[in-house]
Antibody, heavy 118, light 110 residues
Framework: QVQLQESGPGLVKPSETLSLTCTVS????????WSWIRQPPGKGLEWIGY???????NYNPSLKSRVTISVDTSKNQFSLKLSSVTAADTAVYYC????????????WGKGTTVTVSS | QSALTQPASVSGSPGQSITISCTGT?????????VSWYQQHPGKAPKLMIY???NRPSGVSNRFSGSKSGNTASLTISGLQAEDEADYYC??????????FGGGTKLTVL
């Protein structure tokens, strides 16, 4: 069965760029949509954006100017870059698959905590 | 885009039924049959419970059901069990071709 695993630095300095990778195992990335979602400590979920395996993307309007999501089908990975981070970007970041069950996100990674601090 | 509106908390006794509402606008919940519901236990990743308003993924108990009327979607859990105690989030597609989540509802099983 498909599994997702997030990886990347757990600590990022303010004004720098947060970079995370999600590795897809047990299946091919070459179908479905692949999303990033985050959850600040003690708060709710926030959708960041998604990428289709072909490379087309869509982002949360509130984050659009700072977000880039890319895909590497040869490595079965997709990635998130969030620029000019502040403490407000401190969160657990999840990657997820969508499109198997309608429009919903049916497979999630375990999440990775990213703290923005100097 | 504004988060969908959910009650902060709901509670019920074992065996009872509860309903969690999720209110949006005609640009999200009311405009599309793309509402999904997620269950999240503390420290865990969310789990899909309902997709496209009222469909259950394979393996999800039939005690969970979803519906929608106008701009409000609802998740009903019947025959409450202790293991249902968790946070629940709704999500909807929007007219901006994006997704929005609700603020989350904490379910307490008394």
């Amino acid at each position: 069965q498909v599994q997702l695993q997030e990886s990347g630095p757990g600590l990022v300095k303010p004004s720098e760029t947060l970079s995370l990778t999600c590795t897809v195992s047990g299946g091919s990335i070459s179908s479905y949509y692949w999303s990033w979602i985050r959850q600040p400590p003690g708060k709710g979920l926030e959708w960041i954006g998604y990428i289709y395996y072909s490379g087309s993307t869509n982002y949360n309007p509130s984050l659009k100017s700072r977000v880039t999501i890319s895909v590497d089908t040869s490595k079965n990975q997709f990635s998130l870059k969030l620029s000019s981070v502040t403490a407000a970007d401190t969160a657990v970041y999840y990657c997820a698959r969508e499109g198997y069950y309608g429009s919903a996100k049916d497979v999630w990674g375990k999440g990775t905590t990213v703290t923005v601090s100097s | 885009q504004s988060a969908l509106t959910q009650p902060a908390s709901v509670s019920g006794s074992p065996g009872q039924s509860i309903t969690i509402s999720c209110t949006g606008t005609s640009s999200d919940v009311g405009g599309y049959n793309y509402v999904s519901w997620y269950q999240q236990h503390p420290g865990k990743a969310p789990k899909l419970m309902i997709y496209d308003v009222s469909n259950r993924p394979s393996g999800v108990s039939n005690r969970f059901s979803g519906s929608k009327s106008g701009n409000t979607a609802s998740l009903t859990i019947s025959g409450l069990q202790a293991e249902d105690e968790a946070d629940y989030y709704c999500s909807s597609y929007t007219s901006s071709s994006s997704w929005v989540f609700g603020g989350g509802t904490k379910l307490t099983v008394l």
